[in-house]
Structure formats: C-alpha cells, structure tokens
C-alpha cells in the first residue's frame, strides 16, 4: 500500500511499517465485509499487505482482491476488498469525455481520459459500488475544480448508463471525492451533478460536529471529502442507517476533545492513514 505517507511530507521509510500495522489494526477494529482503499500501488503490494499485515491481526481473510491501474502515474489507485464474490468489475480509467457525451472544460482534449485515478465499479450481490478518488483541490483549485465537476459528470453518465432508472436500483459512491467545500466563481460545489437530488448524502445524517474525516494542518481546518453517495433506493430502504468515522489512525495533531489514538499514531507520521476510516453496516444487504 502506499505507506500511508503524505506527500508533502519528507518521506521517512521507517515509518512505513507502522503505518501499515496500524492501518491493519484499524481494518481488523471495524471488520467490513467490503473495504474500498485509496493509493494503492498494485494488486501485488495489496495482497502482500493482505497476507503479512491484515491477516496476522485475526481478522477474516479477504478472498476478493482487486486494484486496477488508474491514471494518477504514482502508483496511487483504487482498490477493493470483498469477502463476498464479485460478480462483476469495471475499470473506467480510459474513458474520455467524447466516449461519454461530455463537454470537457476549456483546454481538455476530449479525447483524453476522464478521471485522474478511476472510477472502479464492482457489483457484489444486489449492491453496485462506485469507488473513486476524485482530483484534489491542488496546486491551482480552480482548475481542479473544473477537472472534478468533470469527474462528477462522468460518474453520474456511467451510472445512468448502467441502470435504466438510477433511482430505483441499490448503488453506493464510495471514496475521497477531495471536494474541500471551495466554489468557483459562484459555481458551487464541483461535486454536485452527483449529490442530491441524484443521490443522497447518508454523511448528512451525522450531527454537522461529527462530519469530518481529514484535517488540513496547513490551514488547521476540518474536512469531509470522504463520501458516502447512496441512490435514491438505497437510502429510503436503510432510512435509519448512519455512517460511523474511526479516527483512532489519525496523527495526534487533528485530535479534538475527547478524541483518542492507537498506541503508537504520532502527531503526523506514524498513522494509520491522514484520512479517518469511514464505514456503515447496510444490514441484510449483502
């Protein structure tokens, strides 16, 4: 896995096994039947992780492993862990914009690929999931911007393609859609060809003091760009169901009152990764 440094810090190779213990800690304390990753290298180095970190901790094995090569260039792609099959799996790291019937902002080829990592779709059971990792909010976030409402548009043609009525059918857009709450020009949030009423946001059903799931320690701020976009008929058929954030793999610098850390989780480095753990039990659904 990607060692869970950041990448404007110095690279200290030390701490990339504690790290990656700690990064199975925390997947064996909230033990998902199904785990979307983000900045994976490969399908190697994630099951390696599998094998010599996530198994020892006890947890129950993962015996559906998939990451596929995105578009990032640094090894930093999508990845996904199911202990349930998976019925089907579709990269769309090569679709373009003219593939998609979409009007590229100013200055992208249309003929260049959409997302800067992918748009990872599995199908396990009755439940489609979206994993993404849309283009962060650097260096120049107006840019960005116009490149993630494009990757928003993208995910939203793909999932109307793949279902006759989105509204109706159970799918679930899972990841860092890296939208820090900046607008461009009075444009709003690039993000939202694909918030409500197209999906819903079950991270609104937590308390406004308890959505957030990174902290920007240049600007000391707190985010949520960790999405959990339902459709339509997966949110009315689980109307109850929250999202819970784990934050004990988060460095001690983003601790707030009453916040506690893993043994070992530093004030930056080690930690289990610089976002918090993000999971929702969708009882009976798979």
């Known amino acids: ?8 810090d110095p690279e200290n190779e030390a701490f990339d096994p504690v790290d990656r213990q700690l990064t199975a800690r925390l997947i064996c304390d909230v033990n998902p039947d199904v785990l979307v990753l983000q900045e994976v290298f490969d399908l190697e180095t994630l099951a390696y992780f599998h094998d010599s970190y996530l198994v020892p901790t006890g ?14 260039g640094r090894g930093m792609n999508v990845a996904l862990l199911s202990r349930h099959s998976i019925e089907a799996i579709e990269s769309h790291a090569a679709v373009t914009p003219y593939q998609l019937d979409l009007e590229p902002p100013a200055g992208v080829d249309p003929d260049l690929p959409v997302f800067r990592r992918d748009c990872l779709m599995a199908t396990i ?13 650097y260096p120049d976030p107006e840019a960005a911007w116009a490149i993630r409402r494009l990757e928003a548009l993208a995910t939203r043609r ?3 393609r793949r279902f006759e009525e989105p509204e109706k059918d159970l799918w679930l857009i899972v990841g860092d859609l890296n939208e820090p709450g900046l607008q461009s020009a009075g444009s709003g949030r690039a993000i939202h060809p694909i918030e409500e009423p197209f ?22 701020a707190f985010h949520c760009p960790d999405a959990l976009l339902a459709s339509p ?45 993000v999971a929702i039990d969708l009882e009976g659904l798979l």
């Open 125 to 137: 059971g009755k439940l489609t999931v979206f994993a993404c990792h849309f283009k962060s909010a």
């Open 1 to 8: 896995m990607h060692g869970a440094w950041d990448a404007d």
């Open 158 to 160: 793909i999932i109307e």
């Open 59 to 72: 947890v129950r094995p993962y015996r559906h492993q998939v990451c596929l090569s995105g578009n990032d």
């Open 199 to 220: 999906s819903v946001d079950l991270m609104q059903r937590l308390p406004a003091s308890e959505r957030w799931t990174f902290y920007d320690r240049h600007s000391g």
């Open 233 to 277: 008929a997966l949110a009315r058929r689980w109307p109850a169901c929250k999202p819970f954030i784990v934050r004990k793999g988060l460095g001690t610098a983003s601790i707030r009152a009453g916040g506690s850390r893993y043994v070992g989780v530093g004030r930056n480095r080690p930690h289990a990764s610089d976002h918090a753990a």
